[in-house]
């Protein structure tokens, strides 16, 4: 599967934005998938993770209650609502997916990875 990041943009403190990530060679209920985010010199954190169906998902306690995963099984499409962004949430965002059927969203290994698309968030 070959996955596409992008809604990356700049945005005041407060703001939000929607990112999305599309899929393609594969459908998306086929992965669990996730998203992650890099500040660069800093290690890659996890972001959201959501299961096949949907019907579980799980946050980092930085963006929970912020950030919502969802996915699009007619678009293909997983996405990420961020909501109240914070300077903090400035990074490099990747989607990530999975064909395994074990371990937490977290720490799972992910086989295949998009491109990352930039957040900016200016306070």
């Known amino acids: 599967v070959q996955l596409q990041a992008s809604g990356g943009g700049l945005v005041q403190a407060g703001g939000s934005l929607r990112l999305s990530c599309a899929a393609s060679g594969r459908t998306v209920s086929t992965y669990v998938m996730a998203w992650f985010r890099q500040v660069p010199g800093k290690e890659r954190e996890f972001v959201s993770g959501?299961?096949?169906?949907?019907?579980?998902?799980g946050y980092a306690d930085s963006v929970k209650g912020r950030f919502t995963i969802s996915r699009d099984g007619l678009k293909n499409t997983v996405a990420l609502q961020m909501s109240r962004l914070k300077p903090e949430d400035t990074a490099v965002y990747y989607c990530a997916a999975d064909s395994g059927y074990y371990g937490d969203y977290e720490k799972r290994a992910y086989d295949y990875w998009g491109q990352g698309t930039l957040v900016t968030v200016s306070s």
């Open positions: 959501i299961s096949r169906t949907g019907s579980s998902t």
